[in-house]
């Protein structure tokens, strides 16, 4: 098993800057693939960003040029730092790892609300 805890969430005014934090624990060997989703009431959640193992990242297009996702394989953990934040992006944001051993098991976090107020 493996468990995801996130952090860092919070009010912000439109063009300010949140740091996400996604703590991995348990059994966390042959991860490869860190993402951050998130999901604004009422919508269906979405991709944000991907990391992966190899050192590869992927974002959506609505918030390339502002979101950086890094991960620190030292310390099982993966931030999402936002920059130019709007109000489209308030959300909950959720954590997900993909574990690959033989099978590809999936694990998701708690979520961390995010609220942009304009």
């Known amino acids: 098993q493996v468990q995801l805890v996130e952090s860092g969430g919070g009010l912000v005014q439109a063009g300010g800057s949140l740091r996400l934090s996604c703590a991995a624990s348990?059994?966390?060997?042959?991860?490869?693939?860190m993402s951050w989703y998130r999901q604004a009431p009422g919508k269906q959640r979405e991709l944000v960003a991907v990391?992966?193992?190899?050192?590869?990242?992927n974002y959506a297009n609505s918030v390339k040029g502002r979101f950086t996702v890094s991960r620190d394989n030292a310390k099982n953990t993966v931030y999402l730092q936002m920059y130019s934040l709007k109000p489209e992006d308030t959300g909950v944001y959720y954590c997900?790892?993909?574990?690959?051993?033989?099978?590809?098991?999936?694990?998701w976090g708690q979520g961390t609300q995010v609220t942009v107020s304009s």
């Open positions: 997900k790892a993909a574990r690959t051993v033989g099978t590809t098991y999936v694990y």
């Open positions: 990391a992966t193992s190899g050192g590869s990242t």
């Open positions: 348990g059994i966390i060997f042959s991860i490869n693939a």
